[in-house]
């Protein structure tokens, strides 16, 4: 059975940071690509970034270019998204997500507030 649990979200002030962690189990991590989206209040979900199981990256959202990362540790079955300089605009509940075949699997999400 596919899980992805997520953590590392919380309350941050405006230009702040945060480390999600994605801990993954129930297939081999590294031979999936992997992804993190978010879903803002009252919209739908947004691709924001990508990490091929090469370790090639795919940037889905330009507003966060130059202020998200998208890492992973195959040997710790473990996604990672470092966020700096963080924005109101980026409050959402965070998942991380991948695709087998036809099914598409995605945690429970952390949320993510960026507020004064």
């Known amino acids: 059975e596919v899980q992805l649990v997520e953590s590392g979200g919380g309350l941050v002030q405006p230009g702040g940071s945060l480390r999600l962690s994605c801990t993954a189990s129930g297939f081999t991590f590294g031979s999936y690509d992997m992804n993190w989206v978010r879903q803002a209040p009252g919209k739908g979900l947004e691709w924001v970034l990508e990490i091929k199981s090469g370790g090639g990256i795919i940037y889905h959202t330009d507003s966060v270019k130059g202020r998200f990362t998208i890492s992973r540790d195959n040997a710790r079955n473990t996604l990672y998204l470092q966020m700096n300089s963080l924005k109101p605009e980026d409050t959402a509940v965070y998942y991380c997500?991948?695709?087998?075949?036809?099914?598409?699997?995605r945690g429970q999400g952390t949320q993510v507030t960026v507020s004064s």
């Open positions: 997500a991948t695709y087998q075949g036809v099914h598409f699997y």
